[in-house]
C-alpha cells in the first residue's frame, strides 16, 4: 500500500498557506487547515480542539478528502504517536507559518494539546 501522496500534491501543499480537509463520512463541509510536509508526508493540527472538530471526525471515521491545487484525493489519517516525529512537524509549522501574525497561533498548535492532535494525511488507495 502506498502511504504517500504523489510529489506534485506534497510541491502544492508546501506551497499552500491552507489546505483544504472534509473528514469522516458523514456530510461534513471543507474546512480550511495549516498543513506541513515532513519526510514526503503531510501532517495537520487542530487549533481549536472543538469538540466538532475535523480531528473529532477522523476519530469517529478514519476516511476523508485532501482539496488542492483543484483536485480532491481520498485519504485516511494517520494519528502520530512519536514524540521525535511530532517535534519535527512543530519545528515545519515555525519555518513554514513564520510571520508576526502566525506567530501566536504556531506557539499554541506546539503547545501539548493541539501536538497531540498531529495528523499525517495517508492517501486511500
Do not use: C, D
Not at 28 to 35: E, L, N, P, S
Amino acid at each position: 500500500m502506498n502511504t504517500t501522496l504523489s510529489k506534485p500534491i506534497l510541491n502544492a501543499v508546501r506551497k499552500a498557506q491552507v489546505i483544504g480537509i472534509k473528514a469522516g463520512k458523514y456530510p461534513h463541509r471543507v474546512i480550511a487547515v495549516w498543513a506541513v510536509v515532513v519526510k514526503n508526508r503531510v501532517y495537520i493540527r487542530s487549533w481549536s480542539l472543538s469538540n466538532y472538530s475535523w480531528y473529532t471526525a477522523f476519530r469517529e471515521n478514519p476516511v476523508g478528502e485532501l482539496h488542492i491545487s483543484g483536485r480532491k484525493i481520498l485519504i485516511r489519517p494517520m494519528f502520530v504517536r512519536s514524540e521525535p516525529l511530532k517535534t519535527e512537524v512543530s519545528a515545519a509549522y515555525a519555518e513554514k507559518y513564520h510571520t508576526p501574525g502566525s506567530a501566536r497561533f504556531v506557539k499554541e498548535m506546539s503547545g501539548r494539546k493541539s501536538r497531540n492532535t498531529t495528523t499525517g494525511l495517508v492517501p486511500l488507495r
